[in-house]
């Protein structure tokens, strides 16, 4: 559990996108506007080219976060603070990659729709601004997956080709034992074990490799922790916690990303330091920048990431509720300290209530410690088959096995 460091807000993304990607990001821009509740006034469907195309029309922009889910295939959208005036057509049958469509509400407020496939497929997502007649507009693009051909002749990957790499943080720790348990279990201990098995079983990944930002009992900085991670130029940032609540019964596993207004108390205390310091945001220095050119590539790059963050966040949020009852359903936005790089998708997950008697004693059991890091890696695995960074191997893999470029949803 963190306590003392909220500030509000959301946004991040990895440094490589803001160089490789300039128009991405400014579409990007948009999706996570901080708005009040939108309509979704009309829906469209298209069929061809390979891909199919939804659109919703929007009175408004909207934050939204979008993942997949296998067995059966489906693709989910998760939209907040959205009212659906238009009627969605419960079947596409007629469409080459989409079976139905299936929307409720969710969290008061909220909408879920869920895309039902008849195969495998690649989605895409990108929030238009008002142009012309049309308003806002939520694009949903299905792309047919492509089978590998066999070659005669196998290719090699490049050589420079490189490992992910994830910054795996356990939080507290030395004089700062976080929450305790009811049989005085400390946060710091069981977070530290579940992050040292999280780390082992990423580097027993293909493409992947870890690094423990605190790899022992001692007190580490808030923000020594973001600097450690981007001074290794990580990839991801997964900060694990344990949360504690007066009430005994609270309980349940929670993923964090950072909220809007603590990225721009953030981004504000940035562009205040960067004539003193050569920081690279997204692969670009802001101290030879003039006040709006580093406002612009701060905010690119700060509101790309949190779209990253929310993608991940989503894929292993998904994957903890296959092990822990969920105290929230969704990615929750706050101003965690240690979500605050501007250039790092980065989440922070409550693993449990340790103040809950039954979740402390899973909490200090080591099968169930294995089986909590096993989920946190599979979402991470499930968000780089579709987010691999330009010039690793997984991106090389991922699009050997996809037929097209990386995924950038």
Do not use: C
């Not at 920048?289 to 580093?294: H, N, P, Q």
């Amino acid at each position: 559990m963190i306590s003392g460091d909220i500030s509000g807000g959301i946004k991040v993304h990895s440094r490589s996108m803001l160089l490789a990607a300039a128009t991405f990001i400014i579409l990007l821009t948009s999706t996570f506007i901080a708005a009040a509740d939108s309509d979704i006034v009309n829906f469209r469907l298209s069929d061809g080219g390979g891909k199919t195309r939804l659109v919703f029309d929007l009175s408004g922009p909207v934050n939204y976060s979008l993942f997949s889910l296998n067995d059966p295939e489906r693709v989910v959208i998760d939209v907040k603070d959205v009212n659906l005036q238009a009627k969605l057509p419960k079947s596409a049958a007629k469409t080459r990659l989409l079976r139905s469509i299936r929307n409720a509400p969710r969290n008061n407020g909220d909408l879920r729709i869920v895309l039902d496939l008849k195969s495998r497929a690649q989605p895409k997502s990108f929030l238009l601004r008002p142009s012309h007649n049309a308003g806002y507009r939520l694009v949903i693009d299905l792309f047919e997956h492509q089978s590998n051909k066999p070659s005669k002749v196998a290719k090699a990957p490049p050589k420079k080709l490189r490992d992910v790499l994830i910054a795996v943080d356990a939080g507290h720790g030395g004089k700062d034992p976080g929450a305790l348990g009811y049989k005085g279990t400390r946060e710091k201990d069981v977070v530290l074990a579940i992050a040292r098995k999280l780390a082992r079983q990423i580097d027993r990944e293909t493409g992947m490799r870890a690094m423990l930002t605190r790899d022992g009992d001692y007190y580490m900085g808030l923000r020594e922790r973001i600097e450690k991670a981007r001074k290794n130029k990580a990839d991801l940032f997964i900060s694990i916690h344990a949360d504690a609540f007066k009430n005994r019964h609270a309980r349940g596993s929670s993923v964090y990303a950072l909220s809007l207004r603590g990225a721009s108390s953030e981004a504000a205390q940035w562009l205040a330091n960067r004539e003193n310091a050569a920081e690279l945001i997204g692969g670009v220095s802001l101290d030879d920048k003039d006040d709006l050119v580093a406002s612009v590539l701060l905010d690119l790059s700060q509101t790309a990431t949190i779209q990253s963050s929310l993608n991940v966040g989503s894929a292993i949020l998904a994957e903890l509720g296959q092990h822990n009852k969920l105290h929230k359903s969704y990615v929750q936005q706050a101003g965690f300290m240690v979500l605050k790089s501007p250039d790092i998708p980065s989440v922070l997950i409550e693993t449990a209530f340790i103040s809950n008697l039954e979740e402390e004693r899973k909490l200090g059991d080591r099968n169930h410690q294995s089986k909590i890091a096993g989920a946190i890696l599979r979402g991470i695995r499930r968000y780089f088959q579709r987010m691999a960074p330009p010039g690793t191997l997984l991106a090389f893999k991922h699009r050997k096995l996809e037929g097209s470029p990386e995924s950038r949803s």
